[in-house]
């Protein structure tokens, strides 16, 4: 074919077709394909230099190679995205020079391919990486180039750069494939976690982060972040938002799109700048994610490693990406709440019936194992029918609400109710050891909290209920037989006249009603004045004087006469009664202090003892003051002992209500120092005054050298921190020198004197009972 001088000029919007041809024209006249471009002696080079002012201004890509696979010319598009300046530089190279191995073998075995059939390849598509680290979708044809004879002397090509039109492709089918996986109802992190892969996946540099909104924490979770770095992810899953809280926190508070240019210069991540450098991160654009009502779902947020702004393609995306994520959140949000409904009752929130075996099954296999008991309760609303008929069914609603919302307060964490139908529910006690009647507390609790009176339309009512309980394993092994036998229980309940609980075994009736008698012995005892106090000195080793006294409480009962405290303060502690049991005895002591002050005697510091329940209740503060302000006693002359157990519960709670009270003037001791957590490191962080070694360790002071050490280690620990160390339980003198060589300051104990009644002490201060002889320090 004869080649045209026309094919060689300027030609106005000639497109990469028209140009391949002419390169094929042009190239049918070679006769030494041996030879390069870039030799002056080629037949055709100046044709084909005639032919670069043309080709250069084509953005496809366009070159010639030999049979050799060496490239006889190329356009400058092609040069300059393998990282050359000049077309001319690639001439003589192959793609074994240009490319990486596996796909410059991919290439050599194409045009190979090409040559020895002579087939063309045509429209291939192919993902590349280009010099500058981008990559591209292109569609590439190669055609075998022939002579004036037919003989195939090397190859043609042209590439176009079909990128926009491929991710334009791909957007589609991912969001399609988004689509299909939200109308299977798979879980949204897969659904979100597939949509930021569909969207990382348009943009290069670019790593995406979809985080969930908690409406009632007001905090932000891990939806889906599959390219950011995990630690990353984990320190801001939680984050509460706020009106300058990064990116994603502040377009969560404001509902407006967020952008961030700058991370390390912008103040909205003030507090996370640190955090974001240290994982390569340095702008942020976040857009909040709303449901259809406006209400915000989550947001939607896009990363980069450098000072960047979104273009318009980024907007776009994040556009499609917000609306997608909106519709998969709002979806799970639906899904949620159908199982909630499915498995809730509507009036009350409470659990339905629906899985009430499945909860009770799963107790026992978890109870069997463990060889643990759980009980099972089912309690009926005494008399619930007389509420519809009398005050409406709308009452009757209320009502049921609010015996709901109160045994939810009486039951723990990890116990279940349920309510079964009407007026009646079941209630799943687990995790017991082995005595059901440790849910006596509890059942007594729900009885009592279900008492108190109703309030509808202004009209205040009272209503009981009977409960029935039965036991695993002891009155069943089966979820049938425990809900039979519980049930059983609640009539034996209703015959008994309603207002109580029964428990299916008649010898645990028995047990556990003998105890709930003691209760209201104990309940009755504290209104009715039936407990006193007993003083006992303790002195300061230094002078031989009393300088303070320790009340301790005694219960002289009607019939039984005088009851043990270690019977019934453990009592007092499980049924709650320690807490007004514990009111009168500080009353008590601050009253009989301050009798003796007004009376003239010689002041001193009581001291009182107060369990774990007293001092965790939020108002204990006010009703150490309001004893003191009824009394008029000075806060200086109280003094209340605290165990270290108590203290270690909440440390951070014990010192802030230590500290309180402290302002008031009250001073601490802790109590049985030596038995409980001895954290040393925790010590000094407390106001205390006082040290107390617990008697253990003082009984067999003598002869045991362990517990010598122990003491010893205490007095020397106590001074150091600024403390009195006092030790109880003294009953020989032997013990009592021992105490003295050892620098104890003060003691307390049978040696001195036993619990004695206040105007013994009144005695004591008025210089009427015997003086204790003063006991010099050692040296």
């Not at 250069?56 to 356009?75: G, S």
């Not at 000094?684 to 050298?705: E, G, M, Q, T």
């Not at 009195?724 to 060589?741: C, D, M």
Request: hydrophobic share 40%; with cysteine; net charge negative.
């Amino acid at each position: 074919m004869a080649t045209s001088r026309s094919a060689f000029g300027p030609v106005a919007g000639a497109t990469s077709d028209d140009i391949v041809e002419a390169l094929r024209s042009a190239a049918v006249e070679l006769r030494h394909p041996g030879r390069v471009a870039g030799t002056a002696k080629h037949p055709l080079f100046s044709e084909l230099t005639s032919l670069r002012a043309m080709i250069d201004h084509v953005p496809d890509y366009l070159f010639v190679k030999d049979m050799q696979h060496r490239y006889l010319i190329a356009n400058r598009t092609i040069a300059v995205d393998l990282g050359f300046a000049d077309p001319s530089d690639l001439c003589g190279k192959t793609d074994a020079d240009l490319q990486p191995v596996e796909r410059a073998r991919k290439l050599h075995d194409d045009e190979l391919r090409i040559l020895q059939t002579g087939k063309p390849m045509l429209d291939s598509e192919e993902h590349v990486q280009l010099s500058s680290g981008t990559r591209r979708w292109l569609s590439t044809s190669k055609l075998p180039l022939h002579n004036a004879a037919g003989e195939i002397i090397g190859i043609v090509g042209v590439s176009r750069d079909i990128t926009k039109r491929k991710r334009s492709d791909i957007l589609l089918e991912g969001q399609t494939r988004v689509l299909e996986m939200i109308a299977r109802n798979d879980s949204v992190f897969d659904v979100l976690n597939s949509l930021v892969q569909v969207i990382e996946h348009q943009m290069e540099g670019v790593f995406c982060s979809v985080l969930l909104y908690d409406a009632r924490t007001r905090q932000l979770h891990h939806g889906a972040a599959p390219s950011l770095p995990p630690a990353y992810v984990d320190a801001i899953d939680g984050v509460t938002i706020g009106a300058s809280v990064g990116s994603c926190g502040t377009a969560a508070y404001h509902g407006m799109p967020v952008v961030v240019s700058d991370i390390a210069n912008d103040p909205r991540w003030e507090g996370f700048q640190e955090l974001a450098e240290l994982h390569g991160l340095r702008s942020c654009w976040s857009n909040p994610i709303l449901s259809h009502q406006g209400t915000v779902l989550g947001t939607f947020a896009m990363y980069t490693g450098r000072v960047a702004s979104p273009g318009a393609a980024e907007l776009e995306l994040t556009h499609d990406a917000v609306r997608l994520a909106a519709i998969a959140i709002e979806r799970k949000h639906a899904e949620d709440q159908i199982n909630h409904l499915a498995h809730h009752d509507a009036l009350t929130g409470l659990l339905n019936r629906t899985l009430l075996e499945e909860r009770i099954d799963r107790a026992i296999g978890e109870a069997r194992p463990e060889r643990t008991c759980l009980s099972l309760v089912f309690l009926d609303l005494d008399n619930f029918k007389l509420v519809n008929d009398s005050l409406g069914h709308t009452a009757g609603d209320t009502v049921l609400s609010t015996v709901a919302r109160r045994m939810q307060s009486c039951v723990g964490p990890g116990n279940t109710i349920v309510r079964i139908g009407g007026d009646e529910f079941v209630i799943l006690l687990a995790g017991q050891a082995d005595d059901p009647a440790a849910n006596l507390e509890v059942l007594e609790r729900i009885r009592a909290e279900i008492s108190k009176p109703f309030m509808v339309d202004g009209h205040a009512f009272h209503i009981t209920c009977s409960m029935g309980v039965a036991t695993y394993p002891a009155d069943g092994r089966s979820t049938e037989t425990l809900l039979i036998n519980a049930d059983a229980a609640m009539y034996k309940a209703k015959e008994a006249g309603r207002d109580n609980f029964q428990f299916y075994t008649t010898e645990m009736n028995s047990r556990v009603h003998g105890r709930l008698n003691q209760i209201e012995e104990l309940r009755t005892a504290i209104s009715g004045g039936e407990f006193h106090l007993r003083y006992q000195p303790q002195i300061d080793l230094a002078s031989g004087r009393m300088v303070s006294i320790e009340a301790l409480v005694r219960w002289d009962h009607p019939v039984k006469g005088l009851i043990s405290p270690a019977d019934f303060i453990p009592l007092a502690e499980s049924s709650g009664l320690i807490v007004p049991l514990g009111d009168w005895v500080l009353q008590e002591a601050c009253r009989q202090n301050k009798s003796w002050q007004d009376a003239g005697l010689a002041p001193l510091t009581v001291c009182v003892n107060v369990s774990a329940r007293q001092f965790s209740d939020r108002t204990w503060v006010c009703r150490v003051k309001h004893a003191l302000d009824l009394s008029g006693l000075d806060a200086g002359c109280l003094e209340l002992e605290l165990t270290e157990s108590l203290l270690m519960q909440n440390m951070d709670q014990a010192i802030a209500t230590m500290n309180d009270l402290r302002e008031l003037g009250v001073r601490f001791a802790i109590d049985d120092f030596g038995t409980g957590y001895s954290n040393l490191s925790a010590l000094k962080s407390f106001p205390v005054a006082r040290l107390k070694i617990d008697k253990c360790f003082i009984s067999n002071l003598a002869s045991d050298d362990s517990d010598l050490g122990i003491v010893a280690a205490i007095i020397s620990l106590g001074q150091n921190l600024r403390m009195k160390v006092i030790a109880e339980g003294v009953e020989t003198g032997e013990q009592l020198e021992i105490l003295r060589r050892n620098g104890c300051d003060e003691v307390q104990g049978f040696h001195f004197s036993r619990p004695v009644a206040p105007d013994v002490i009144g005695s004591m201060l008025a210089g009427h009972h015997p003086v204790i002889r003063p006991l010099p320090r050692a040296g």
